[in-house]
């Protein structure tokens, strides 16, 4: 009889460990969101109903957002605002976001110098033959 109260101790303390490891805190998320999928989704879009200025604006809180908390900012994230910078026709802005992001996330680096190439003038054909 002894035993089997031990036992039921035993498988008592069991179940509550158990019960009270299941309670834990999820897991901080790696990213900070917040609303960048959603905003980029409607900037692609072109639906017209927020201005470029209006979006960097968004998104530059964001990221001040993520910058307090410590957070770190989503892949994409430095990409959609050098081309919404773009688009407002602040070249060497988005340049920086777009270095930015290719340091951040090296396997970008394809997209991001595909992009970079897109800011820098072709080169003449005098300066061709001159190197």
């Not at 019960?19 to 639906?47: I, N, S, V």
Request: proline share 9%; net charge positive; aromatic share 6%.
């Amino acid at each position: 009889m002894r035993r089997l109260q031990t036992s039921a101790r035993l498988l008592a303390a069991a179940a509550v460990l158990l019960t009270a490891g299941c309670a834990a805190p999820p897991p901080k998320p790696l990213y900070m969101w917040e609303g960048f999928p959603r905003g980029q989704y409607e900037t692609l879009l072109h639906d017209g109903s927020s201005s470029p200025q209006d979006q960097i604006q968004k998104l530059e809180a964001v990221a001040e957002k993520a910058r307090g908390a410590n957070a770190a900012l989503p892949p994409g994230f430095r990409a959609h605002l050098g081309l919404l910078h773009l688009t407002a026709g602040d070249s060497a802005q988005a340049r920086a976001l777009w270095q930015a992001e290719r340091a951040t996330f090296p396997e970008s680096a394809p997209y991001i110098d595909q992009l970079l190439k897109r800011l820098d003038p072709p080169a003449s054909a005098d300066a061709r033959k001159a190197s």
